[in-house]
């Protein structure tokens, strides 16, 4: 059939047309994915903020549920993270029936940096702890609060009777005080522990009971990384932070302080 005359051909697209309608495309397709990464970007860093709340809320709470009832301070690192100390009163075994005595069960607990760890080529620290116990019999009426006046000091009157006194039950190894999951990237760089006497003033200085008796609290100061497939908001950097709290001794809290 012969085409009418005067009848027109289908327009299409000129090519700038073309060039106007990919970038208009690439642009709605560049907002989409910024939109998704952003929202990605801040969707990791929630999951990591709740995840390091979780680990410094447990490394804390590890660490007072052993140091608040801490009675006698035995030793302190050089660089004030390595640390011995004894709880006395950890536990009551068995009540003499006739005499009132009671077995007490108590612990010799030291804590350690081990920096054997290794995340992705990044060294970092795990705090270890080691609690060795014993028992001894606490006579019906007398304190278990540290005597000075008697060798070994710093020990109840009872601890060193020959008899009814100190007995180790078992010796403890060192482990993490709070296990580092694969791929959870909460890195510790350092643990410093500082003890204050009753004064609040910072013991500088002493690696023996004579020279830490006078502690009546304890600062306990994390420094950690967090490592982030986004980092701090995706530019890569390690989000690092330092953590403190302050740990009162309950032992100790009414007790009248005396000059020795």
């Known amino acids: 059939m012969l085409m009418k005359r005067g009848s027109?051909?289908?327009?299409?697209?000129?090519?700038?047309?073309?060039m106007i309608a990919m970038g208009l495309a690439f642009l709605v397709f560049a907002v989409i994915y910024m939109a998704y990464f952003i929202s990605q970007t801040f969707f990791v860093r929630g999951t990591d903020s709740l995840q390091?709340?979780?680990?410094?809320?447990?490394?804390?709470?590890?660490?007072?549920?052993?140091?608040?009832y801490?009675?006698?301070?035995?030793?302190?690192?050089?660089?004030?993270?390595?640390l011995v100390f004894?709880?006395?009163?950890?536990?009551?075994?068995?009540?003499?029936?006739?005499?009132s005595d009671r077995l007490i069960q108590g612990s010799v607990i030291s804590y350690q940096l081990n920096a054997t760890k290794d995340y992705e080529g990044n060294p970092f620290m795990i705090l270890q702890k080691k609690e060795d116990t014993y028992q001894w019999?606490?006579?019906?009426?007398?304190?278990?609060?540290?005597?000075?006046?008697?060798?070994?000091?710093?020990?109840?009157?009872?601890?060193?009777?020959p008899v009814m006194g100190y007995e180790q039950l078992s010796t403890g190894q060192?482990?993490?005080?709070?296990?580092?999951?694969?791929?959870?990237?909460?890195?510790?760089?350092s643990v410093v522990f500082t003890p204050y006497d009753n004064e609040?003033?910072?013991?500088?200085?002493g690696s023996t009971y004579d020279d830490l008796k006078y502690a009546r609290s304890i600062?306990?100061?994390?420094?950690?990384?967090?490592?982030?497939?986004?980092?701090?908001?995706?530019?890569?950097?390690?989000n690092v932070k330092t953590v403190s709290t302050i740990i009162p001794f309950v032992n100790f809290l009414a007790q009248k302080d005396v000059t020795y």
């Open 8 to 18: 027109k051909k289908g327009k299409g697209f000129t090519l700038i047309e073309l």
């Open 52 to 68: 390091e709340q979780m680990y410094v809320r447990a490394l804390f709470s590890g660490i007072s549920d052993d140091l608040k």
């Open 70 to 82: 801490l009675t006698r301070l035995n030793e302190l690192g050089q660089n004030k993270d390595f």
């Open 86 to 99: 004894e709880v006395f009163n950890r536990k009551v075994l068995k009540t003499d029936q006739d005499t």
């Open 137 to 161: 019999w606490l006579k019906f009426g007398h304190s278990e609060m540290p005597d000075d006046l008697l060798e070994p000091f710093g020990y109840p009157s009872d601890y060193r009777d």
């Open 174 to 189: 060192f482990s993490d005080l709070i296990e580092q999951e694969d791929k959870k990237e909460f890195l510790v760089t």
């Open 200 to 205: 609040g003033s910072e013991i500088q200085s």
């Open 219 to 238: 600062k306990v100061e994390v420094t950690y990384k967090m490592k982030s497939k986004y980092g701090d908001l995706g530019t890569g950097k390690d």
